[in-house]
């Protein structure tokens, strides 16, 4: 009977401060039940009823059980509340017991039975939220909320209420999929130490009044905010063009909400550092305009279609994004752009808007600027044939958009890549299969052909048409491998969609360049020739 409770819930968890020994993350309160043993955990087997529900027995416990319990109960660092379930049948444990184990261990020691918490998080649970008195506790500095059904709605609102005042400290709030309901938003800002806030897929946006609120976070430093449904938004622009609609004029409506409250700033977002946005362009334009951090590290837009032209939406979130990167030119660390690609073959499709070299050469201009993403537009010039010749010697990873119909990067022009980002880990751009090789001698390139650049990751993209047509000779394929392998001796994997028509050729130089990597180390452990001669 007793191992029915050694499940493999139980794991190590380390405390973010490495101060302290190591915590257990559990997803289950039975490990801590099981503790008081057999004697006083069971179910009861003789009635079919209650068969699955464990429960505390009556009578007096002793003193070293319920030290034991308190010791187990210290050690737990991360919980995951869930429904139970056993391998064979669905368990449960006694509503009753739960709170009479809160009264046992509360008798022994003073304050919470879970002292040592730091991560709750809560998915998908229903009848198990009757436990979540236990977790108000001090030390808790992460929630993380999905996947609640409707009717227990107001099982975590009271929670969050009562969590405010007895975890001041809060740092992280994560709201998963699932409706989010309005009441809820009151109870996130009584966290007034919290740093980060994540809202993935589950609120429906309706004003810009809502970001205002958001601003007012005065620690936060990171905001994850995907609103990808919310389609009935109303914007600043739409409430300063129809005030008799939508309420008012925005600017009046900004020094009323910030006269209003005693001690209310004008500014928000003062500290934010990390920014990931997934919205339509009117949620994005007008959170950008609200934050006034001077040390934004990270920003992350990701564009949702809809009604009108998407062209047009594309090129003003372009330029928005233009805008943001000149605003923090002098902190952007990680920047990243994801727009909805123009799938019809359409004329429209072919004049869909392009990234120019200069818009390139913008996006490049933060001088601590270590990682640029860029997706759903294609280019209209030859990557790096126009870019100046200034070395970003920062920057590890370089994902340019691939897209069909976009100009492709020639072989040659991998030299000029590996010398303008000497510290470039991953690449991403289409590659012409067709373009000219760089040829090298048969006895060895040469120590100014040779470099020792750090690259590991290059996904070359889609084909283009040309090149599913020509005729690739073996010899063609060892002559690109040599040339990847001559400028980057680093090469881990090549990266190419197993759709793409190209997949095969580009597998075949992958398995090339890692033949010449493996004879370059086989040359390093050969014996000198002098060995073997013979007198």
């Known amino acids: 009977m007793q191992s029915f409770f050694v499940t493999d819930s139980e794991k190590n968890f380390i405390a973010p401060n490495n101060s302290k020994p190591k915590l257990l993350a559990v997803d289950s309160l039975f490990p801590l039940f099981s503790q008081f043993g057999q004697g006083y955990f069971s179910t ?20 070293d059980v319920i030290k034991k319990v308190l010791s187990y109960a210290e050690n737990i660092g991360q919980f995951t509340l869930k429904e139970d379930a056993g391998s064979e049948r669905p368990k449960s444990i006694d509503p009753g017991s739960i709170v009479r184990l809160a009264y046992i261990c509360g008798q022994e020691k003073r304050g919470p039975l879970l002292s ?95 970001l205002q609120t958001l601003g007012t976070l005065m620690e936060l430093e990171s905001l994850k905010l995907d609103v990808k449904w919310s389609t009935q938004y109303v914007g600043r622009s739409d409430r300063r063009m129809n005030p008799a609609i939508f309420g008012g ?23 934010l550092k990390t920014l990931s946005v997934t919205s339509q362009l009117k949620i994005m334009d ?20 809809e009604q009108g032209s998407l062209a047009d939406k594309v090129i003003s979130s372009l330029e928005l994004f233009k805008q943001s990167t000149g605003k923090w030119a002098n902190t952007l660390v ?23 070299s200069e818009d390139l050469e913008i996006l490049l201009k933060p001088q601590n600027l270590e ?104 010899q063609r394929l060892l002559d690109i491998a040599r040339h990847l392998n001559i400028l980057f001796p680093n090469l881990k994997r090549i990266e190419v969609s197993k759709d ?24 390093t452990c050969r014996p000198p020739s002098s060995q073997f001669c013979t007198i």
């Open 44 to 63: 009861d087997f003789f009635n079919k009823a209650l068969v699955s529900v464990y429960f505390l027995r009556g009578g007096n416990i002793k003193g």
């Open 116 to 210: 040592s918490l730091q991560t709750l998080k809560i998915d998908g649970a229903t009848t198990t939220l009757c436990q979540l008195p236990l977790f108000l506790t001090p030390s808790l500095r992460s929630v993380e909320i999905s996947n609640v059904q409707k009717p227990f709605h107001e099982n975590i609102l009271v929670f969050l209420s009562s969590l405010a005042d007895e975890a001041p400290l809060l740092t992280h709030l994560s709201f998963g999929s699932g409706c989010t309901p309005a009441d809820w938003l009151p109870t996130w800002f009584k966290f007034g130490k919290l740093r980060h806030l994540d809202i993935t897929d589950c609120m429906d946006l309706q004003s810009c009044d809502v």
């Open 249 to 271: 004029d925005m600017k009046k409506d900004d020094a009323a909400s910030t006269t209003s409250k005693p001690g209310f700033l004008t500014s928000w977002f003062i500290n």
């Open 286 to 305: 007008d959170l950008l305009s609200l934050i006034d951090s001077k040390n934004m590290q990270s920003i992350s837009l990701d564009l949702i279609p």
């Open 334 to 356: 990680n920047i990243s752009l994801q727009l909805p690609e123009e799938k019809k073959k359409t004329a429209a499709a072919a004049a869909f808007p392009k990234l120019s």
């Open 371 to 474: 990682k640029l993403d860029i997706s759903g537009i294609g280019l209209n010039f030859t990557p790096f044939d126009s870019l100046s010749s200034k070395k970003l010697t920062k920057l590890k990873e370089l994902h340019l958009p691939l897209h069909k119909g976009s100009s492709y990067l020639t072989f040659e022009s991998l030299r000029r890549v590996a010398e303008t980002f000497p510290r470039l880990i991953s690449f991403r751009c289409g590659i012409d299969l067709c373009s000219h090789v760089p040829q090298y001698s048969n006895t060895s390139a040469g120590n100014s052909n040779l470099l020792a650049h750090p690259l590991e990751i290059l996904h070359v993209g889609k084909s283009n048409a040309v090149s599913n047509a020509f005729a690739m000779e073996e």
């Open 500 to 523: 793409e028509s190209d997949f095969c050729r580009w597998e075949s130089i992958d398995r090339m360049v890692k033949l010449c990597q493996s004879t370059r180390l086989d040359e």
